[in-house]
């Protein structure tokens, strides 16, 4: 079997800690940013979180301890903007926020669908800060993630993208009722909705060829 590198390895224990981190901090206080926008405290809950997840994934945890070498680094990481502004951000290609509440029936993945939005990476952190609250407040999609400073060999473009998932590209009242707070928030400019289904057959723009399911 091929070895994994410790490199590689530690990169993806730095993302799925994130999202681990999120989850038990939500599940009894305020999301991370808003910790960190706030002003609170949260080095100790860092530490006991990082303890469950050492004991669920041995392997994981020791790999995040690869760099920088403590939990205590990290959580100076994630005071500095890693993880949660896209700027600041080097360690992950992606940020993503949730809606609060779990989706009234199960979600057919090939029936979501996103609105793309792209700004130049100097606006990124505050047209993210804008789709970030609002999706957290349930005033717009099922989630959103925004692209980082970290450089990605998949991507095509060099300006930040930003994703805004609905639930059902087929129910274009909701489509439309996303892209419409969207206009609320300031992105006037035309934008392009994507089903998931063009994303999988691995369909993207090229000249004479058609991949937005609606622009508005």
């Not at 999120?22 to 809950?45: M, N, T, V």
């Not at 990290?74 to 502004?85: N, Q, R, T």
């Not at 300006?159 to 439309?176: K, P, S």
């Amino acid at each position: 079997m091929e070895e994994i590198d410790p490199e590689s390895l530690t990169e993806v224990a730095y993302g799925i800690f994130l999202v681990f981190l999120y989850r038990e901090l939500r599940s009894h206080g305020p999301y991370l940013f808003e910790r960190i926008e706030q002003g609170i405290d949260f080095k100790a809950d860092l530490h006991e979180i990082f303890e469950r997840f050492r004991d669920d994934y041995p392997p994981l945890a020791a790999a995040l301890l690869l760099r920088p070498g403590e939990i205590d680094a990290i959580y100076s990481e994630i005071l500095e903007g890693e993880g949660i502004l896209p700027s600041k951000t080097t360690r992950i290609y992606w940020i993503a926020q949730d809606a609060p509440e779990p989706a009234p029936r199960g979600l057919d993945d090939e029936q979501v669908g996103k609105w793309l939005i792209f700004v130049p990476p100097d606006e990124a952190d505050e047209a993210w800060r804008k789709v970030r609250d609002e999706t957290a407040r349930g005033l717009l999609g099922i989630s959103a993630k925004v692209s980082t400073a970290k450089p990605n060999p998949d991507s095509r473009d060099e300006r930040t993208v930003i994703y805004v998932y609905t639930r059902d590209w087929a129910d274009e009242a909701d489509v439309m009722r996303v892209r419409e707070r969207l206009r609320d928030l300031g992105f006037v400019d035309r934008l392009g909705y994507k089903r998931n289904i063009e994303t999988y057959r691995g369909e993207y723009s090229e000249e004479g060829k058609k991949v937005t399911y609606y622009s508005a």
